[in-house]
Each structure stands twice: as C-alpha cells, then as structure tokens.
C-alpha cells in the first residue's frame, strides 16, 4: 500500500521586534489607505448627485424659470445656510459638468446611495453635452483610483480621447493630483503622440512621477471640507504655519529669483467673460504679472 504522505508544515515565522514593529506598520497603512478610498469614493459619490439634482431641476423643476441664470448663485447661498461644505457656485458648475462628462459614475452607486438619485418629473431630454462614454474607463474603476481633486481636473479637458489617456495614465501609475497637473502642463498626450517611442516616453514619465499616498489623499482641501474639519483642528496652529510656509518657499525657489506672490483664484472680466485665475504672482525684475495656470473662464 502507498505510504501516506506526511503533512509538511511551513515553519512558523520567528516573532521578535523587528517582526512586531512590520506588522503593525503594515496594518497602520492598510487601514489609513482603506480609510482614505473610502472618504474619496463617498466624497467623488456625493458632488456627481450634487451634479445630477442640478440639471435635473434645470430641465424639469416646476419654478426653474424664476431663478434663471442666478440659480447657482441663489442655491449656493441656500446650501451655505444649511452647512452644506464645498457648494460655491463655482464649485456647483464644477458638480455639473462632472455628472454630465462622468455619466458611467452611476454603475458605482452603492445601494445605499441610489435612493438619493433624483426621480424625473417626466422622461429627461436627451442631454447633448454629455460626451460619448466609448473612450471612458469604468466608473467603479475611477471612483476606487482617482480622488475628486484628480475628476476636477480631468474634466477640464474638452476631448473626450485626451481625458480617457490621462485616466488611464493617472491610474496606472498611482499619479498624485499634482503629477497630474505636471503632466497636462508638460502636454504628455501630445509628446506621446508624437513620439517615435511611446513605451520609453511612458516609462520616464512614470518613474519621475510623485505617487499619490493616504496622507495625500486625507490632506486633500476637499476632504478637510468633506468631513467639516478645519486645519487648526487636525495640527496645531504654529505646526500648520510652519507647513504651508515650508511648501511656499519650496515652490518659489522652484519657480526662480525675483517671483513674489499675490494672489489665488483672482477674478477677471475679459469683455463679457468672466474668469479665474489660480495662482497669480508678480516678478519685480521683469516687473510684470505672471499667471500660473492659463485663466479659465466660468459661464
């Protein structure tokens, strides 16, 4: 008769301190990177139904005529009333177009979150400014990789092909939101375009590529509003100054001598046009103004 084989047991790891300190590191981490796409998703989740309840009053709400082309600005100050966070009318357009060029976010609605979907009066017109979906990646795989600072300015692009590259390149490589911001500036679609060899291209942009992390992810001006935190609350005031003007010395000294700055989303009128600029800085050799990115214009 064959003879049983016998039950061979790996050995159990050597428990000692250098093994207590890794294991615990190891369930710091899982635990705040859970904690962080969990935040994210419920955050990216709530500002598309935000987007959703807003042209879905414009096209069916009984009174929509009576607030006209000032409804955002009046439903910013209603929301602002009630404590909403995050609801400028700025940021309200921004909600907006991010339902109507994310349609496929509605496939990663919880089953919780689905009775909050607005019920149409009456079968909704055909929304002509929703771009088709074909190029787009999945909604589940987007809300579980890209934070809403990441759809902020993914939505920005107007060509539906641009935008799914930069999807697909931001998740691959784990890209923070200020990679992403990098990449856009230094026209990576283009260059990939153009390039005789993609995959070298690819591989030198990931590589030099700042990777998004949890305390990234939790630090995110949108989080900190998301869950009705204020800085002072999480660090202390003196730690929170030292921070920001650590960063804001950095960032000069990258842009180079004689740049001082002024001001953030600066508000002009160009004609009929009114627009926003992010950051705007003045350069006392030069002496002239610098605007860092290009004025984006807000309807």
């Not at 990441?150 to 490589?173: M, N, Q, S, T, V």
């Amino acid at each position: 008769m064959p003879r049983k084989s016998e039950n061979l047991k790996a050995p159990a790891p050597e428990l000692n301190f250098t093994a207590l300190v890794e294991a615990i590191r190891q369930v710091h981490e899982q635990s705040a990177a859970s904690a962080a796409r969990t935040v994210n998703a419920s955050l990216t989740l709530r500002n598309w139904l935000i987007g959703r309840h807003i042209c879905e009053y414009e096209q069916n709400g009984t009174d929509r005529a009576k607030y006209g082309e000032r409804l955002l600005e009046n439903l910013s100050a209603a929301l602002g009333e009630k404590g909403v966070s995050r609801v400028e009318a700025r940021e309200l357009r921004r909600y907006r177009r991010f339902y109507l060029v994310y349609p496929q976010i509605r496939e990663s609605l919880t089953p919780e979150m689905r009775p909050f979907l607005p019920v149409p009066s009456r079968p909704p017109r055909k929304i002509r400014e929703t771009p088709s979906p074909d190029f787009g990646t999945p909604g589940k795989m987007l809300i579980s990789r890209l934070s809403f600072s990441h759809f902020a300015e993914l939505i920005e692009i107007e060509d539906p092909l641009k935008r799914a590259f930069y999807e697909i390149e931001c998740i691959r490589g784990n890209w923070s939101v200020r990679s992403l911001k990098r990449q856009m500036a230094s026209l990576y679609f283009e260059r990939s375009g153009l390039s005789r060899d993609k995959k070298k291209l690819a591989v030198l942009v990931q590589a030099g590529a700042e990777q998004a992390e949890p305390k990234l992810a939790i630090r995110d001006p949108y989080v900190f509003e998301f869950l009705g935190l204020k800085p002072k609350e999480v660090m202390s005031e003196s730690r929170l100054e030292d921070a920001v003007l650590d960063k804001l010395q950095e960032f000069l000294l990258e842009l180079g001598h004689g740049f001082c700055f002024e001001a953030r989303q600066k508000s002009i009128l160009i004609g009929n046009t009114r627009g926003f600029v992010d950051l705007v800085f003045y350069h006392r050799i030069l002496k002239c103004h610098v605007l860092s990115p290009p004025c984006r214009t807000r309807c």
